[in-house]
C-alpha cells in the first residue's frame, strides 16, 4: 500500500487502515490519556501529523487517504485542545510535523529530499521536544513543524 496518486487509486480497506492509524489511533490514546493530565499547571498532550495534513498549504494533491488522516488529526487535536483548556488554562495540545525523517517508511520518498532537509531521527526528536518545549497555552490546537514554525490549517 503506498499513497494514492490519484482518486481512482482510492480503497475503502487502505482508507480505513490509514485513518485508524493517523486519526483514530491517537484520538483513542487522547480520550484516555487527557482525563490523567494535572489541572493546576503546564501539562502538553502531543501527536505527530504532517504538512501535507494541512489543507491551506496543499498544493500538489494525491496522498489522499494520508493527507486526509492528518487533517483529521489536526482537528480532532484543536477540538482537544479546546476542551482541556475548559479544565486547564495551563495545557497545551499541539500536532507536530517531524519533517522528512531518514527512516525506512520515508525511503520511497526520500529522492526529492535535498541535504539538510533530510533529517536523523535523534535530530528530529531532540527539535520536537525543543517546540514542545516553547509552546506556549495560546500556541494550543496548532501545528508546529520541527523547526518551530507554525502550519496554516
Given at each position: 500500500m503506498g499513497p494514492e496518486k490519484s482518486w481512482r487509486a482510492l480503497d475503502?480497506?487502505?482508507m480505513s487502515d490509514v485513518f485508524t492509524v493517523n486519526a483514530?489511533?491517537?484520538a483513542l490514546i487522547a480520550k484516555h490519556f487527557l482525563p490523567l493530565l494535572r489541572r493546576d499547571r503546564r501539562v502538553v498532550f502531543a501527536a505527530l501529523s504532517a504538512r501535507v495534513g494541512s489543507i491551506s498549504d496543499n498544493q500538489l494533491g494525491g496522498w489522499h487517504s494520508y493527507r486526509?488522516?492528518?487533517a483529521a488529526l489536526n482537528m480532532l487535536m484543536k477540538n482537544f485542545a479546546l476542551e482541556l483548556s475548559q479544565?486547564?488554562?495551563h495545557s497545551i495540545v499541539a500536532s507536530l510535523h517531524p519533517g522528512t525523517v531518514d527512516t525506512d517508511l520515508s525511503q520511497p520518498?526520500?529522492?526529492n529530499v535535498v541535504g539538510a532537509k533530510l533529517l536523523t531521527p535523534e535530530y528530529c526528536a531532540a527539535a520536537l521536544l525543543k517546540v514542545i518545549d516553547g509552546l506556549t497555552p495560546a500556541d494550543s490546537g496548532g501545528l508546529f513543524a520541527w523547526d518551530g514554525a507554525r502550519i496554516p490549517f
Open positions: 475503502p480497506v487502505t483514530i489511533g491517537p486526509a488522516s492528518k479544565h486547564n488554562p520518498f526520500q529522492r
